[in-house]
């Protein structure tokens, strides 16, 4: 795994070539970013691995209980050691009710992290959140993603976690 490009001003760090075994060490890095309240909106082609991260996210996050896709209901949430985790998947959203239809925390509620399949349209309720975006290389079968804070709470962490050593940490994980 190489190390990322960090852009500070941007607020956005950018993998190249990440295979599936990968994402374990990228896991372990968003989870020491994300502190709870927390949305990450991920956005992707069909396919690209956003259930696949999510399930990884979960994990590393200690969710023992396995994550399945929450394709037709839409929101799954896990308890955890008094965190709310909420898998989201907005694919189907247009067919079914507004997005007010759904169960999900309001805006800075403590202790939640809401992390959406399809995200994008959760920007307008959650003003403070994460974007990620996955795109497959045809070449490779891997995976650029980027990763970037939007808003004041997540760029102030997206700041402290890369002065705590990001590139180091995902450097390590797995050499050049
Ligand atoms: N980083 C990766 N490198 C290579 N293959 C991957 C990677 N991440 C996921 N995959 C593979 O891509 C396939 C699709 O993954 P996944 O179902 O997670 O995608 P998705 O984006 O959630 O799809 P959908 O748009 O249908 O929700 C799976 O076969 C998975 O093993
Ligand atoms: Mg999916």
Redesign the pocket.
């Known amino acids: 795994m190489r190390e990322p490009a960090v852009d500070l001003r941007a607020a956005e760090v950018t993998w190249e070539g990440?295979?599936?075994d990968?994402?374990d060490v990228l896991a372990d890095v968003l989870t020491d970013m994300l502190r709870p309240p927390a949305v990450v909106l991920l956005t992707?082609p069909?396919?690209?691995?956003?259930?696949?991260l999510v399930r990884k996210v979960f994990s590393a996050w200690g969710v023992g209980q396995p994550v399945k896709?929450p394709t037709f209901d839409l929101v799954h949430p896990y308890l955890l050691n008094g965190l709310r985790l909420y898998h989201v998947?907005l694919?189907r959203l247009s067919e079914l009710e507004g997005l007010e239809s759904l169960d999900l925390p309001a805006p800075d509620e403590e202790g939640t992290v809401v992390v959406a399949?399809w995200g994008e349209p959760l920007a307008a309720i959650y003003p403070d959140h994460w974007k990620l975006r996955l795109d497959p290389d045809p070449a490779s079968?891997?995976?650029r993603i980027r990763f970037s804070a939007h808003g004041p709470r997540a760029e102030l962490q997206f700041r402290a976690g890369v002065a705590r050593g990001l590139g180091n940490l995902a450097h390590q994980g797995g050499g050049q």
Request: proline share 0%.
């Open positions: 990440l295979s599936e990968d994402l992707g069909l396919g690209s691995g956003k259930t696949t896709s998947d694919y399949e079968e891997t995976r």
